[in-house]
């Protein structure tokens, strides 16, 4: 319907344009709307958006306290890079890394950076590794032609991604039915005088486990000191940086073990900061590689960024702040051994209906229920998937994983802050009715399970 006189003022007076309009959606509007149309356009779009309390795909924050959500509203005008501007929100920045270097045990003065999350601390940090490289190559009067880093098939599609954009040959250790993780009998073979570094995983994005962190370091520290090769360890705590010092404190993975160099984490994950935070850590100020650093003062006093980006918003490092301060350490334990009760309370339930297998409930986890299902004649975990969203609203994912456990289907679950015990209860009700479901019905159809949505999430 096209927009009479008539009907504008009716709209105008009583509600809003877009009940019968279409909505502007491929030319550059040439007239604008009121602030009202245009909010309740917006509004009504993402209305039909799914509900964040029912994904149980995603790793990243979906809720936070109201008192922190006045901080994000209070600053959102505020550009972070602008140091001389905003000298304030520079030191917040410099305290959390202090920190997060001190939750992790550097041995010394440190430094770091705040990024976007962990794919840019991981590109970042992945550069220095290749920077100081080619220094010691160079160094030692040897070629930098062909650098590689050697991580596992459980790492996030964003290890890659730095290898391909940045030249860096990816020695990528597959992974083997059953094994789901990486250690030093797997990374040993790949490592040479030309390897930048090893990146471990801490809390997959598969089954939530943690590479052998400790087995890798002490591989290379035989290497450095049988063969001369001074390999650095990165290690990707994006989920489990924030989970490890507190459900795990005695386990060693940072910068307790002497190889590790480098480490990023995700504020938007476990450091329960919504979208748009993520941290690098460096073991001692000599791991930035200083090329890497820019001065530069056009925003009215000299300053040295290390960053992909420029500007963005102030508001999310000032929410981890106050995470850091209101929490500490026993309100983020607090959090997640709730969440691990939780967890664990869920797979006990998923394994009493007989249906399902876990994968790896006995070991150090982040706080997930990863489970398969014990007799596939019937149907498969996409159809689960599918029938429990379908029926429910639930975003439970199956997916496959990395060669060469392609062939081993699971599904994932993710207990955070808001999952209380009474939706524990409902979830696993919910679970077993859409598997009594798929029995009557014989599975999900293929055009239903085409729709599905796949993948690990992120
Ligand atoms: C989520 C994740 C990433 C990417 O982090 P973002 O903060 O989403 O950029 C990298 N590695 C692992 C292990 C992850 O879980």
């Known amino acids: 319907m096209t927009a009479t006189t008539e009907n504008l003022r009716d709209a105008a007076l009583f509600g809003n344009r877009f009940a019968t309009e279409e ?131 459980d790492v996030h599609v964003v290890w890659e991604k730095f290898c391909r954009y940045f030249d860096v040959e990816p020695r990528i250790v597959p992974l083997q039915p059953g094994k789901y993780t990486i250690g030093p009998d797997d990374v040993s073979p790949h490592v040479d005088e030309n390897t930048i570094g090893v990146a471990a995983v801490l809390g997959t994005t598969f089954t939530g486990h943690k590479d052998d962190v400790v087995g890798i370091n002490n591989l290379l520290l035989r290497i450095k000191s049988e063969r001369g090769i001074d390999v650095p360890l990165h290690v990707d705590g994006a989920s489990g940086g924030f989970v490890w010092p507190f459900l795990y404190p005695h386990s060693e993975w940072d910068f307790r073990l002497e190889q590790v160099h480098s480490i990023n984490v995700s504020g938007h994950k476990f450091g329960l900061v919504y979208p748009g935070i993520g941290w690098l850590i460096f073991r001692d100020r000599s791991d930035l590689a200083s090329d890497l650093v820019f001065e530069e003062n056009y925003l009215g006093k000299t300053d040295a960024t290390f960053t992909l980006n420029f500007s963005t918003g102030s508001s999310m490092v000032l929410a981890q702040y106050y995470n850091f301060v209101r929490y500490g350490r026993a309100g983020y334990s607090y959090i997640m051994k709730n969440m691990q009760e939780n967890a664990r309370m869920l797979a006990e339930k998923l394994q009493d209906t007989g249906r399902f297998t876990l994968i790896g409930a006995d070991e150090e986890q982040l706080p997930l229920v990863a489970f398969q299902l014990t007799d596939r004649s019937n149907f498969n975990e996409f159809d689960v998937s599918w029938q429990l969203s379908a029926e429910r609203g639930w975003m439970v994912p199956a997916y496959t994983l990395p060669p060469n456990a392609q062939d081993v289907t699971i599904m994932r679950a993710l207990v955070k802050e808001t999952m209380s015990r009474e939706h524990v209860d409902t979830l696993a009700r919910d679970i077993v009715d859409a598997c009594t479901t798929l029995e009557k019905k014989g599975g999900a159809h293929e055009s239903e399970r085409r729709k599905m949505v796949t993948g690990s999430g992120h």
């Open 23 to 153: 909505v502007p959606s491929r030319e550059f509007p040439a007239a604008g709307m009121t602030a009202t149309d245009a909010m309740r356009l917006v509004a009504e779009d993402i209305a039909l958006e799914g509900d964040p309390a029912r994904n149980l795909a995603t790793f990243v924050t979906t809720w936070m306290e109201p008192e922190a959500q006045r901080i994000i509203a209070g600053n959102l005008h505020r550009n972070f890079i602008d140091h001389a501007e905003y000298p304030r929100t520079a030191e917040i920045e410099r305290r959390c890394i202090r920190m997060l270097a001190d939750l992790f045990h550097a041995p010394g003065e440190t430094t770091g950076a705040r990024t976007q999350g962990s794919s840019e601390a991981i590109m970042l940090g992945a550069l220095s590794l290749k920077w100081n490289w080619r220094k010691r190559r160079q160094a030692a009067g040897e070629s930098t032609a062909n650098p590689n880093l050697v991580f596992g098939g």
